[in-house]
Nanobody, 126 residues
Framework: QVQLAESGGGLVQAGGSLRLSCAVA????????LGWFRQAPGKEREFVAA????????YYADSVKGRFIISRDNAKNTVYLQVNSLKPEDTAVYYC???????????????????WGQGTQVTVSS
């Protein structure tokens, strides 16, 4: 079993930055991929970024590429999402997620991920 807990969200003006954190507990050795997704009111949950837990390879949605940075600290069992140059359209609840091998799928699909955090709200004012 894996437990995820996001933190670091808040209210920020357009152009501002936040660092979101996701603390990972439980059977972390089983994790291959950590992902960040977001969901705005009335919209589908969308992929933001993902990272391979061991290798550190990163992947980004086109909408955030060049603005957001995903990273991890394996020793602290924590994954981060640095969100920069924020726009009002970035406003959403941000979720972290972990896969459960041997379950397979593409990194940008929610179907890959078996475990989800409770989410942290990011609100960007214009």
């Amino acid at each position: 079993q894996v437990q995820l807990a996001e933190s670091g969200g808040g209210l920020v003006q357009a152009g501002g930055s936040l660092r979101l954190s996701c603390a990972v507990a439980g059977r972390t050795v089983s994790i291959t991929t950590l992902g960040w997704f977001r969901q705005a009111p009335g919209k589908e949950r969308e992929f933001v970024a993902a990272i391979r837990w061991s290798a550190g390879s990163t992947y980004y949605a086109d909408s955030v590429k060049g603005r957001f940075i995903i990273s991890r600290d394996n020793a602290k069992n924590t994954v981060y999402l640095q969100v920069n140059s924020l726009k009002p359209e970035d406003t959403a609840v941000y979720y972290c997620a972990a896969d459960r091998p041997p379950r397979t799928g593409v990194y940008y699909s929610p179907a890959l991920y078996a475990y989800w955090g409770q989410g942290t709200q990011v609100t960007v004012s214009s």
